[in-house]
Nanobody, 125 residues
Framework: QLQLVESGGGLVQPGGSLRLSCAAS????????VGWFRQAPGKEREGVAA????????LYADSVKGRFTISRDDGKNTVYLQIDSLKPEDTAVYYC??????????????????WGQGTRVTVSS
């Protein structure tokens, strides 16, 4: 059974860093593109970063460029989201999602059929 499990969220002060992990099981991970999405209270879910199945193509939302870095380690069936220079507006539940890798990975949530349960990130002093 295909499963995605996020981890690494928590409470962090503004300016701090976190690394989120998305561990996969139940499918051939290297055939899938992966996206990271977030949903803040009262807001719609938004795509923040995505990586192609090959790992050669990455996409970022304008709001996180330069602060977020997505990477993958297929040997560990894991995709990471490094978040630096955290801001209070980064507070949200972060989800990873996967889809069969065809073309560019994309940041639209409706393109991704497989989702994890989310990990909460709170940025506050």
């Amino acid at each position: 059974q295909l499963q995605l499990v996020e981890s690494g969220g928590g409470l962090v002060q503004p300016g701090g860093s976190l690394r989120l992990s998305c561990a996969a099981s139940g499918f051939i991970w290297k055939s899938y593109a992966v996206g990271w999405f977030r949903q803040a209270p009262g807001k719609e879910r938004e795509g923040v970063a995505a990586i192609s199945d090959s790992g050669t193509v990455t996409l970022y939302a304008d709001s996180v460029k330069g602060r977020f870095t997505i990477s993958r380690d297929d040997g560990k069936n894991t995709v990471y989201l490094q978040i630096d220079s955290l801001k209070p507006e980064d507070t949200a539940v972060y989800y990873c999602a996967a889809k069969i890798g065809v073309g560019n990975p994309g940041l639209k949530s409706n393109e991704y059929p497989y989702w994890g349960q989310g990990t909460r990130v709170t940025v506050s002093s």
